[in-house]
């Protein structure tokens, strides 16, 4: 009942392949298809191919074009074949290798060949090796430009490139990108390209932290089918010595930019705020009522206010979210501003040991921060109360030498047991769990009055999808069974309304390393590792999905939910009932003797820890006073026997403890503060 290949004929002019064989079995449909595997294994694509029978013999036709914009471009893709009769798949086998030469069709970017491995009949569609090198380079305030040389010969008018220029999340993450600028080139006539990139049209998106590595490449697009790709601009060794320079950019408003050659011989720059002693703190004064600040600010600076913004960590970098306004009142010889201690960082909005900055704002100008000069003293200040507050703050010279504030918790206890929902992944959950090598007292504390686990908050909004029996798959626990059939039903917001739960514990989880797939009917599900491992993924009629290949881009799309999510949340949950656990995952582990050992693939973790800050710090700014739990500073890692499986998201037994300890302390001083 096998079908099997006996020839294979490959067809230049049309570049189409012709597969040939016998089939016992009737044929419905032929079909080409892969399964990718990156952070997590991805629908299939599916390619239904044309075909002829003939008694038991059938020919089946395989399109170039179809199966160049299906495949990888940074990866071979094992496309194998099968039939499909009566609702069941035949993989197509060949019971000995068929002849075949590869394929190497000009501007393209694969090569092909027929390989049988274990006698399955595979397309193999491999990445030519491509590089493209930069013999010529300049660069001044105002232009960036030189001349590329690509290592295949191009016939002219089949492709058009772009220079693109990407920001890293940050320097160590050289394998992945976020914002990015792009500059036309136009179509190509050759395989030495010149090109000129007007840095005035450089925007300030590629502007986030003081110091962005920003890559640079060269995009090509086929003209001839709907395929792009990137390659890195090594360098030719006889230019190497002239490409670090440093200029002064017109725009945006001061900043440098910094070009430099990798470790890996490529083409990359420092893009740099120049924000520094713009603004400077000229006096400096404060008791239990006020603070009196006294500036220097540039003549030309107009509407000028105080802004003071919360740190968020972000890997080893952070950002701002949060942020309070002060006016600044504008003198010819100085400007000044006093603050109230009845309004300074006032509200829920501080954290354990956060640190504040601050920063003059001016209409047209970005916001510079304050600097402060040798002859103005910080060092004796004192921590002071903040108003209606578990909180003190005291006014600092930070590192670079800029005016902050680092603040620090006031002591709270008391607690009661109390009613918990967790929606999220293991990372909350496991806390609430009574094996010895968790919590097994857990239950004096807390009752968990009902999970959302590995759930999407895309998925939450969306309507129920009624298209999956889940008794076909047998191959799963009941507690994967109730995962997937909760994710499918939907109705979180009303179990939790329904649960008349004292707190929710959230953490993001599902949305860092997976993403959400929309079905033909607009249905939203999650991607979980159960969908993926038990084969329903294949069985959906999936329309889209999105990924991280392009974290920026699911970060824009995640906001517009996270406001949705958010919205439905608090009309149920006061925002201080709930609790955000930051989460993160660790990049080592005890191996089974107790030795500490590093992830290999630490950078991939470490990206994915920098986005998951991204979406804590999102959702902290639109429910400032929501509670948190953050492990980031704690020295916790992974464990080779823990008892679901050894993980990068799976910890040593003292993390689900301490986890415990940090519940108990916030329920407690919610209580307390109840009371008061």
Not at 358 to 376: A, H, M
Not at 550 to 573: G, P, R, V
Not at 591 to 617: A, H, P, S, T
Not at 634 to 639: F, L, M, N
């Amino acid at each position: 009942m096998k079908p099997y290949l006996n020839k294979i004929e490959l067809n230049q002019e049309k570049q189409t392949w012709t597969i040939s064989g016998t089939s016992p079995i009737k044929i419905d449909e032929v079909q080409a298809h892969y399964t990718e595997m990156l952070e997590f294994i991805r629908p299939e694509k599916k390619v239904s191919l044309p075909f002829e029978t003939n008694g038991n013999e059938f020919n089946a036709t395989i399109s170039l074009t179809e199966i160049a914009e299906n495949s990888i471009t940074d990866n071979k893709t094992p496309w194998t074949f099968r039939i499909i009769s009566n609702g069941k798949s035949y993989p197509i086998e060949s019971d000995g290798p068929v002849t075949n030469k590869e394929f190497a069709p000009q501007n393209a970017f694969y090569q092909y060949l027929f390989e049988f491995p274990e006698g399955i009949v595979t397309l193999l569609s491999k990445p030519k090796e491509i590089t493209a090198t930069l013999s010529n380079f300049q660069l001044s305030s105002e232009l960036l430009s030189g001349e590329i040389k690509l290592s295949v010969p191009i016939e002219p008018d089949t492709y058009s490139a772009e220079v693109v220029l990407k920001r890293r999340p940050f320097s160590a993450l050289y394998l992945f990108h976020e914002q990015e600028d792009k500059f036309q080139i136009g179509t190509l006539k050759a395989d030495s390209i010149h090109f000129k990139v007007d840095l005035k049209a450089l925007t300030s998106k590629l502007l986030v932290d003081s110091n962005n590595v920003i890559d640079s490449f060269i995009r090509l697009k086929s003209l001839s089918i709907n395929k792009q790709h990137d390659f890195y601009l090594n360098i030719e060794p006889s230019i190497k010595n002239t490409i670090p320079k440093e200029v002064k950019l017109e725009t945006p408003k001061y900043s440098k930019l910094s070009s430099f050659v990798t470790g890996s011989n490529r083409l990359s720059f420092y893009f740099k705020k120049s924000y520094q002693e713009i603004v400077s703190l000229t006096s400096f004064g404060e008791d239990d009522s006020k603070i009196d600040l006294q500036f220097t600010i540039p003549k030309n600076f107009v509407g000028c206010e105080l802004v003071i913004k919360r740190r968020d960590d972000k890997a080893k970098l952070f950002e701002y979210y949060i942020e309070q306004v002060f006016p600044i009142k504008q003198g010819l010889l100085k400007s000044s501003t006093t603050i109230s201690r009845d309004t300074f960082l006032i509200g829920n909005i501080n954290k354990e040991n956060g640190i504040w900055d601050f920063f003059v704002r001016s209409t047209g100008q970005p916001d510079l921060p304050i600097f402060i000069p040798s002859t103005v003293d910080l060092s004796k200040n004192k921590y002071h109360d903040i108003f209606k507050n578990p909180y003190q703050a005291r006014i600092i010279k930070n590192g670079a030498k800029n005016l902050s504030i680092s603040t620090i918790p006031g002591p709270e206890s008391n607690s009661n047991p109390l009613k918990i929902a967790v929606m999220g992944s293991c990372f909350s959950r496991n806390a609430f769990n009574s094996k010895p090598y968790f919590n097994p007292d857990y239950k004096r504390f807390f009752e968990v009055t009902f999970t959302q686990s590995h759930t999407s908050i895309f998925s939450v909004l969306s309507k129920p999808y009624e298209g999956v029996h889940i008794e076909k798959y047998g191959n799963m626990t009941n507690n994967e069974r109730r995962t997937v059939q909760d994710d499918l039903n939907k109705g979180f917001f009303e179990k939790l309304e329904k649960s008349k739960s004292d707190y929710l514990l959230l953490d993001f989880y599902p949305d860092v390393l997976r993403g959400p797939l929309w079905l033909e009917g607009g249905e939203i599900l999650s991607l979980s590792y159960i969908m993926e491992q038990t084969g329903i993924l294949n069985d959906l009629p999936i329309k889209r999905l999105l990924d991280h290949s392009d974290n920026e881009a699911f970060f824009q799309e995640w906001t517009t939910y996270a406001d949705k999510f958010i919205e439905k949340l608090l009309t149920i949950m006061p925002a201080e009932k709930i609790i955000l656990n930051k989460g993160g995952f660790t990049t080592k582990y005890y191996d089974k003797n107790g030795v500490v050992q590093e992830y290999k693939i630490k950078m991939r973790i470490e990206r994915n820890n920098y986005f998951w800050e991204r979406l804590n710090n999102y959702f902290l700014a639109k429910v400032p006073t929501a509670q948190v739990i953050d492990f980031s500073k704690k020295p916790y890692i992974g464990d080779f026997y823990y008892p679901f499986g050894h993980s990068f998201s799976h910890f040593e037994s003292g993390y689900y403890k301490d986890f415990m300890r940090e519940m108990i302390y916030i329920t407690e001083r919610e209580k307390r503060k109840s009371n008061d």
